[in-house]
């Protein structure tokens, strides 16, 4: 069974930073792209970030560049997402995704001061 | 700034036919766009419904499939249920993603 956990969302002050990890488990990790997703409250979907099955390709949403890191460890099968310069308009459910097939039940960030 | 378009809101009455579409800022959707669908219930996670514009995930229902339509990704639903009430999200590849706004569909 394919199982996406994600944990450490949470409240935080404007500017300050936190690291989204996803636990996955029930499909081989190392082959598939990644994505982030995240959903404000009461609006829709918004791609974020995906990374490539080995790390060597990142990309992101315009709004989070130069803020939010992407990245994986193949090894402990986890994704994570850094973000540092938290503004209120990234509060959001952030969902971990594979290949845009299976979603976590998300985690929520909320950014308030 | 790219922009995917979808219909607000649709309704639709049980056993009928309805279709969702996907219009792009940039110019008719095609395939290199690799458009997905996704249905989201209220308090649910998204649940994946069509990938690569007509291609079904094996839990998707039968009555639910993908196509071109118009230059335009679309989504259509035959035999409407009640259980289909829901919103849903087109998704278009641009070498990130953009989700579309959603469209709220009422079975009525």
């Known amino acids: 069974e394919v199982q996406l956990v994600e944990s450490g969302g949470g409240l935080v002050q404007p500017g300050g930073s936190l690291r989204l990890s996803c636990a996955v488990s029930g499909f081989t990790f190392s082959n598939y792209w990644m994505s982030w997703v995240r959903q404000a409250p009461g609006k829709g979907l918004e791609w974020v970030a995906d990374?490539?099955?080995?790390?060597?390709?990142?990309y992101y949403v315009d709004s989070v560049k130069g803020r939010f890191t992407v990245s994986r460890d193949n090894a402990k099968n986890s994704l994570y997402l850094q973000m540092n310069s938290l503004r209120a308009e990234d509060t959001a459910v952030y969902y971990c995704?594979?290949?845009?097939?299976?979603w976590g039940q998300g985690t929520l960030v909320t950014v308030s001061s | 700034q790219t922009v995917v378009t979808q219909e607000p809101s649709l309704t639709v009455s049980p056993g009928g036919t309805v279709t969702l579409t996907c219009a792009s800022s940039t110019g008719a959707v095609t395939n290199d766009y690799y458009p997905n669908w996704f249905q989201q219930k209220p308090g649910q996670t998204p649940r994946a419904l069509i990938y690569?514009?007509?291609n079904k995930h094996s839990w998707t229902p039968a009555r639910f499939s993908g196509s071109l339509l118009g230059g335009k990704a679309a989504l259509t639903l035959s035999g409407v249920q009640p259980e289909d009430e829901a919103e849903y999200y087109c998704l278009l590849n641009y070498g990130g993603w953009v989700f579309g706004g959603g469209t709220k569909l009422t079975v009525l």
């Open positions: 995704v594979k290949k845009f097939d299976y």
């Open positions: 990374i490539k099955p080995d790390g060597s390709q990142k």
């Open positions: 690569s514009t007509i």
